[in-house]
Nanobody, 126 residues
Framework: QVQLVESGGGLVQAGTSLTLSCTAS????????IGWFRQAPTKEREFVAA????????YYADSVKDRFTISRDAAKNTIYLQMNSLKPEDTAVYYC???????????????????WGQGTQVTISS
């Protein structure tokens, strides 16, 4: 069992930066993947980024590649999402999630994730 708590959301202007944190209580296993997803009003939840815990390899959606960076601090059981050059279309509730059996083919699919946080709101004003 894993509990996830996201933090760091807020209201910022376009072009600025924001860093989200996701702290896990419980065990993150070496083969787990941690993902960030987001959901805007009236839209489906979409993949943003993911990282495999042991391998530390990272995956990004095309819409955020080169602007967002996912990282982890194993000592703190925390995953970060550094978001730069924010755009109004980045506005959404951001969720972190744990996938206990990830693969490169499935890490971008929300249904494969086993545990979810409650989400944190990110609003980008133009």
């Amino acid at each position: 069992q894993v509990q996830l708590v996201e933090s760091g959301g807020g209201l910022v202007q376009a072009g600025t930066s924001l860093t989200l944190s996701c702290t896990a209580s419980g065990t993150i296993y070496a083969n787990d993947a941690i993902g960030w997803f987001r959901q805007a009003p009236t839209k489906e939840r979409e993949f943003v980024a993911a990282i495999r815990w042991r391998l530390n390899d990272k995956y990004y959606a095309d819409s955020v590649k080169d602007r967002f960076t996912i990282s982890r601090d194993a000592a703190k059981n925390t995953i970060y999402l550094q978001m730069n050059s924010l755009k109004p279309e980045d506005t959404a509730v951001y969720y972190c999630a744990v996938d206990r059996s990830p693969s490169r083919a499935t890490m971008k699919i929300s249904d494969n994730y086993d545990y979810w946080g409650q989400g944190t709101q990110v609003t980008i004003s133009s």
